[in-house]
């Protein structure tokens, strides 16, 4: 394996690794929605957005030896994105503000996960021959 896809696979867990710990330090503040650590877990959810969209951007085509990350982050992201539907139901200017950080850190997550990055083209709209 060349040193560029060793130092791109390391770069990659040192990222997830990142995110899982984040994960854990938010997701008591979500399971106790009367909790007051609210503004660290939203900072937190933004920092779990902002690493999920450097794992998009740095993993390598071939998706061999990062599909277990990947996979992992789409589940965290599917389960983020759950748990967000129950948040909506709370009322109130800060209510809305968690849901939003929520919501977009499982669609980054979830978005991390994919296999390859969605490109303009849609297989709808190729003409078969």
Not at 87 to 97: H, L, M, T
Not at 107 to 119: D, H, I, N, Q, S
Request: glycine residues 4%; hydrophobic residues 40%.
């Amino acid at each position: 394996m060349s040193t560029r896809k060793k130092k791109s696979i390391t770069s990659l867990q040192q990222i997830y690794d990142s995110i899982m710990e984040l994960l854990l330090k938010v997701k008591p503040v979500l399971d106790n929605r009367k909790d007051q650590n609210w503004r660290v877990a939203v900072e937190d959810l933004n920092q779990v957005a902002s690493l999920a969209e450097s794992f998009s951007d740095q993993r390598p085509r071939s998706s061999k030896s990062w599909s277990h990350l990947a996979d992992s982050l789409d589940q965290e992201g599917v389960n983020l994105w759950n748990t967000s539907g129950l948040i909506g139901k709370c009322e109130g200017d800060d209510a809305r503000a968690h849901l939003a950080a929520l919501r977009l850190a499982a669609f980054r997550l979830v978005e991390a996960g994919l296999e390859t990055k969605p490109g303009i083209e849609s297989p709808l709209f190729l003409s078969i021959d």
